[in-house]
């Protein structure tokens, strides 16, 4: 069996093992998910797939993108998606991860089309690799910025939380300009975290933003001056 079949195998035998059906229903109601739930804790989860990816080490880049993709698009139990994200972070792959990862998390971020997948790939893995090499990512999240679809877009806007001093004011601009006037909520929440993450770092920046674009609906604007007033 090869190396990511057996990394697959033993993810989801583990998750299987620590399913909890009188969780799930409840977990799955508040994600408001149609993918079903093992109803597997978070600790619980993330102690087990620590244990397996520690296990079964991948030994190249082809073979660790083709069992991340196999968990992600396999999956028939949320967790198992949750699995596969995870899997692609793993500390031993982080030499990999590069612009040539994008479509595998594009893939993850607009199939998954949920908050708790895309949050997550935006800012721990289409942020790093954006600051690893701004000129081949900034055009891409210029154009997802503009893009039809609301993954997308979002991910745009907050690919950059987290980032403190090293935040490209440029294309954070860029990225939130084109989403002020619409209604969508993640799209309206998704500025204002990004404003409030940096105005940690820049307050004074992130007021100006907020004089200078009327348009920002209520909940972005109080959202990005929350800690700041």
Do not use: N
Not at 41 to 63: C, G, I, Q, Y
Not at 70 to 97: D, K, M, N
Not at 110 to 139: F, H, K
């Amino acid at each position: 069996m090869s190396e990511e079949k057996q990394l697959v195998k033993a993810v989801r035998a583990g998750l299987a093992a620590l399913a909890d059906p009188v969780k799930a229903p409840a977990m799955q109601a508040y994600m408001k998910s149609a993918m079903p739930f093992l109803g597997v804790a978070a600790p619980e989860r993330s102690r087990l797939l620590e244990r397996v990816m520690a296990e079964h080490k991948l030994p190249d880049r082809v073979t660790y993108t083709a069992a991340v993709l196999e968990l992600w698009r396999s999956a028939e139990f949320r967790e198992v998606r949750y699995a596969a994200i995870a899997l692609s972070g793993y500390r031993a792959y982080r030499p990999w991860q590069d612009p040539d990862l994008i479509p595998l998390y594009e893939e993850m971020i607009v199939g998954g089309a949920w908050w708790d997948y895309g949050d997550e790939l935006a800012i721990r893995r289409i942020g790093p690799i954006l600051r690893g090499d701004r000129a081949r990512v900034t055009p891409i999240m210029l154009s997802w910025a503009a893009d039809r679809d609301l993954w997308r877009r979002r991910t745009a806007i907050i690919c950059q939380v987290g980032a403190k001093e090293q935040t490209d004011t440029d294309l954070l601009t860029r990225a939130i300009e084109p989403a002020i006037a619409e209604p969508e909520f993640f799209l309206r929440k998704g500025i204002g975290w990004a404003l409030r993450d940096y105005a940690k770092t820049a307050p004074d920046w992130v007021r100006a933003f907020v004089d200078d674009h009327p348009g920002l609906s209520g909940l972005s604007r109080r959202e990005a001056l929350k800690h700041i007033g």
